[in-house]
């Protein structure tokens, strides 16, 4: 071995560390100069005619990438006695005998080269380079250990030094850093602890030293100080891998989905590969991933690293004290898949779930024996878990796997929100553009023909959008994308005519400048929808949803949205309740001030202009949809001077399944002697009148207005009916609109819409007298709640809601108010699972002909729990905002946890085993899937980022857990029960 390596460098030595002798070289001259140095090494390399057996050949391309990546000596590797390090020969001290160390322990040499410095050793780098790729031109990287064993010489390091004269020594010269061990170094009288301390990576300092810096970026003067001594001390390398994230995306874990054409070779041929490397030839067939780069044991790799060595484990990781972070090896995904389902998904929905009765465990090979050794994995929760990550696996074309097992047993906290945050807004996130816009375009919900065909209504002025689908259409022609213009005045006659053929309606768009053709293109805001059969860009939830967008940094898709609701408002008169042909009628509560001013926070506020003017516009928006909409006729009435939900509209509403009306529709079909489907048309057509009818669809349209679709609450009197929930919304408004006209707008604010000239105090007097009309119509104080009003009754309505909490969100309440809705009404409303939507007597007993509606008791929505988590901590209640947080996100967990990582759009807030389940119309959103959620649900997702900023530590084991709240409050402390609202 030392010969081959003299014959390749013959400028260095080679040590054995069983004999402690040195054969030196015959170039052995002092201080030769580097530049000539680096040119004979270069003219050597070029000279020398290598023939070497294949471990030789191995073993430089070993030293060449551990060379380039590392300039440490390996601490403990786990090669023979017989094992060698190599220095530079180019001093006399390179003759002299290293210190022997002890077996199995850190090797340590004596005597170093003074002439070791980094322009030398990369003068060595090139040459070794040079030097390998004359002798094997073959990429070593790609080359194949036929063996099964590395070499030796694979565990070298090589120690750059110091060249600077030292003061204290003539001999020994300084290593980079002067912290080395002093039984060894006697010289040197830093602590074990300094020489072993961990530091940036050896990359980082070779890149700034080349750059003559110091690791801190320090100048290295040329004079002989302190600064220019150099970092490399050695690094201890734990055996797990420390080159990537277990929890990483499943795009970075399983790796990008494979292209077609490389995933069978006989499908080169279709690939023009003129002009393809070699190399690039070669790479065609496969596709490089994390999840099979990586192994456990380095020395069953069949070609070499390009990293930094690890220390072998102690013990097989099938071993009880590597429980929980060993790394399984999955041979075949299928394979492996289709056992789990076949013994533990025994109900057949793709879901394991704690209703399966299979064995519960399943073995699994280790990575470290390659599959040879087995653990089981136990439990519904670890294997729901791998379900999923085999699911994502096979998703992206995996045949084979590696996995963490820390991916199996994660704290089911840190799990959900790994997801919602790297998952979940992904999946849910959309973005038009050329090519996807017929698969947007389609509508899932309507099953009447003209539905089937993917077609876009564009408003009368959006010329560039217009040319923009038109282009479009003519691109992807097997797309039929039909591309139509919407009318100046939109009529609820107009909607009604365009039902039979729904479609897209046009969103916010800006203009790019493509390089690859030259011209301007158009490209959408990217926005994100609900989930589960809601594929639209929605109102009030995409307020909620950019609550946790902006809190995971995803400001852009935020910003999105809002772009969006100021187009809407342009071109269609109001944020709509979604953007679909069928909704230009209805909007939705209107939250864009707030929204808005969110957003403008995150980009930078008043530092940033760009910022400075999305508000502004954004504003001006919201200042025509509080005048045009909602303190106009008919949505505000004229006496209390309250406002209602109250959409225009004719007909059934087309979006609703076909059976929906049924039970309402049947006994006018018998009255008129006709079919059920012939009276639907009839109706929706004028043929038919009949005034009961029309009262009851006003109120049912009103209702999907209102967001809480559908609730006794409101069912017959919804468009009557001046809410606590919308007069609390636009109280903020109008304080928002007062804030907005100080600050950006000097006091005086002039509304080119209609010429108006209005002060912040003018807002705030509008604000003001809107207390005064809710206290007086809707303020109960023998029960401490915010009722409705009935303006066509002139009556104050019973029915006992979860959004009263919505005033303290507000602001409007005052501290008595807030005193008495927390020791009056909140009492009523709060269950296991936080705040259920109405009480249990207000929603009445439940029949056949009387059936529960999803936003009633025994429901909980996250809207109401994020509001009066805000609304409370708002007004010195943040124990109990805790306490019901806990509550919300301790359902959410448990669910997450039996039920196969599930995330839907309610929950029963009043079972603790199968809260998920809702029997109720239109289900549950958010169940259906196989194998992997991959959306949750919007506003869902972002009330467990959002309650888990009111968890502390303790509540978080709590949570991950699945501790009920009642037996984690009781094992609260005296003073821990206070935090929670709770009498000690």
């Keep these: 071995m030392s010969t081959t390596f003299n014959k390749v460098f013959p400028n260095y030595t080679c040590f054995d560390r069983n004999n402690l002798s040195a054969t030196t070289n015959a170039n052995e001259e002092e201080n030769p100069n580097i530049e000539k140095a680096s040119k004979a090494e270069e003219n050597n390399s070029r000279d020398t005619t290598i023939d070497e057996s294949n471990s030789d050949s191995n073993s430089r391309s070993n030293l060449e990438s551990y060379s380039r990546s590392s300039c440490v000596i390996d601490e403990e590797s786990s090669f023979g006695n017989d094992s060698q390090v190599f220095l530079e020969s180019d001093s006399p001290l390179s003759s002299k005998p290293a210190i022997s160390s002890k077996t199995n322990s850190r090797s340590s040499l004596n005597q170093y080269s003074p002439n070791g410095s980094f322009q030398n050793l990369r003068s060595f780098s090139a040459q070794l380079s040079k030097t390998d790729n004359e002798a094997n031109p073959t990429d070593s990287h790609l080359s194949d250990n036929k063996s099964g064993k590395e070499s030796r010489s694979s565990h070298v390091r090589f120690l750059p030094v110091d060249t600077s004269p030292s003061p204290s020594s003539s001999t020994v010269p300084k290593l980079c850093n002067s912290s080395l061990p002093t039984e060894i170094y006697p010289n040197n009288k830093a602590s074990k602890e300094d020489t072993y301390k961990d530091i940036n990576s050896t990359d980082k300092n070779i890149k700034n030293i080349n750059n003559n810096q110091d690791i801190h970026g320090t100048e290295i003067s040329d004079q002989n100080d302190s600064s220019k001594d150099l970092w490399c001390q050695r690094r201890r390398m734990s055996s797990l891998n420390e080159f990537y994230d277990p929890f990483s995306n499943a795009e970075i874990y399983c790796g990008p989905a494979p292209d077609p054409k490389k995933e069978h070779p006989e499908n080169i041929s279709k690939i023009d590969t003129d002009d393809l490397s070699p190399m690039t030839k070669k790479k065609l067939t496969r596709t490089r991933t994390m999840s099979t780069f990586d192994k456990v044991s380095n020395f069953k790799s069949k070609h070499p690293r390009s990293y930094e060595l690890k220390r072998r484990g102690s013990e097989d990781e099938s071993s009880a004290t590597n429980k929980g972070s060993r790394k399984l090896y999955i041979e075949n995904v299928d394979k492996t898949l289709e056992d789990l389902l076949t013994y533990e998904d025994t109900d057949r929905n793709y879901q394991i779930t704690v209703e399966d009765t299979g064995p519960k465990v399943l073995k699994v090979g280790t990575a470290n024996s390659w599959g040879y050794n087995y653990v089981d994995i136990r439990g519904t929760y670890m294997l729901s878990n791998l379900l999923q990550e085999l699911t994502i696996a096979k998703s992206y074309n995996r045949h084979s796997i590696f996995l963490d097992e820390a991916r199996l047993n994660e704290n089911p906290v840190s799990r959900l929100t790994r997801l919602i945050s790297t998952q979940f807004w992904n999946n849910l996130t959309r973005k038009i553009h050329l090519d996807n816009i ?547």
């Design 438 to 984: 017929g698969e947007i375009a389609l509508d899932t919900k309507i099953t009447l023909p003209g539905a089937k065909v993917p077609r876009v209504y564009v408003p009368y002025n959006c010329s560039k959008q217009y040319e923009f689908y038109i282009q479009t259409s003519r691109m992807h022609p097997s797309m039929k994308l039909e591309v139509e213009y919407l009318p100046e005045k939109i009529t609820p006659e107009y909607v009604k005519s365009i039902n039979g053929t729904p479609g897209l309606l046009a969103i916010a768009m800006e203009e790019h400048f493509d390089p690859s053709t030259g011209e301007l293109t158009m490209t959408g805001y990217p926005y994100c929808v609900p989930g589960g059969r809601f594929n639209e860009l929605y109102g009030w939830d995409s307020y909620l949803i950019a609550l946790g967008l902006l809190e995971n940094g995803k400001t852009s898709i935020a910003r999105g949205m809002v772009e969006h609701f100021i187009f809407e408002i342009e071109h269609y008169g109001k944020i709509l309740n979604a953007n679909r042909s069928y909704y230009l009628c209805r909007s939705q509560p209107p939250f864009l001030t707030d929204m808005a001013l969110k957003v403008f926070n995150k980009m930078g506020g008043n530092s940033n202009s760009t910022a400075v003017h999305f508000i502004k516009r954004a504003y001006k928006a919201a200042i025509k949809e509080y005048k045009t909409v909602w303190m106009s006729e008919p949505r505000l009435d004229k006496k209390t001077r309250l406002s209602c939900y109250h959409p225009d509209g004719i007909g059934i509403p087309p979006e609703t399944e076909p059976s929906h009306f049924d039970t309402i529709l049947t006994p006018f079909a018998l009255k008129h002697a006709i079919s059920l489907e012939e009276f639907r048309d009839k109706y929706n057509n004028g043929e038919i009148i009949e005034p009961d009818l029309d009262e009851f669809f006003l109120h049912d349209r009103a209702v999907r207005e209102s967001g809480h679709d559908t609730t006794y609450r409101f069912e017959g009197v919804c468009a009557y009916l001046a809410t606590i929930d919308l007069n609390s919304l636009l109280y903020k408004y109008e304080m928002d609109i007062a804030d907005f006209i100080e600050k950006f707008y000097d006091g005086s604010f002039t509304d080119l819409n209609d010429s108006s000239v209005t002060t912040g105090d003018d807002w705030r007097n509008l604000a003001s007298l809107r207390i005064q009309r809710i206290n007086k119509y809707l303020w109960d104080e023998n029960t401490g709640f915010y009722y409705d009003y009935n303006v066509k009754l002139e009556q104050r309505t019973s029915y006992e809601s979860a959004t009263t909490f919505w005033s303290l969100w507000a602001g409007l309440a005052s501290q008595q108010q807030a005193n008495l809705m927390v020791e009056k009404a909140l009492p009523k409303l709060e269950v296991l699972g936080g705040l259920v939507a109405c009480s249990e007597n207000s929603r009445g007993p439940l029949s056949i002909n009387r059936p529960s509606r999803q936003w009633d008791y025994p429901y909980g929505w996250a809207p109401h729990q994020i509001f009066a988590w805000e609304g409370l901590k708002n007004y010195g209640f943040l124990g109990v905002s805790k306490r019901l947080a806990y509550r919300w996100l301790y359902i959410m967990t448990k669910a997450f946890v039996d039920y196969n990582g599930i995330v839907v759009e309610k929950y029963d807030v009043t079972r603790g085993n199968d809260p998920h389940k809702v029997d109720a119309e239109y289900g549950n959103q958010g169940a259906d899937f196989k194998g992997v959620a991959k959306e949750g649900f919007g506003w869902v997702n972002s009330s467990y980022i959002l309650g888990l900023k009111y968890m502390n530590g303790h509540s978080r084991r709590g949570l991950g857990s699945c501790i009920p709240p009642v037996p984690f409050f009781n094992s609260l402390k005296p003073n821990e029960k206070e935090g929670y609202g709770l009498s000690s």
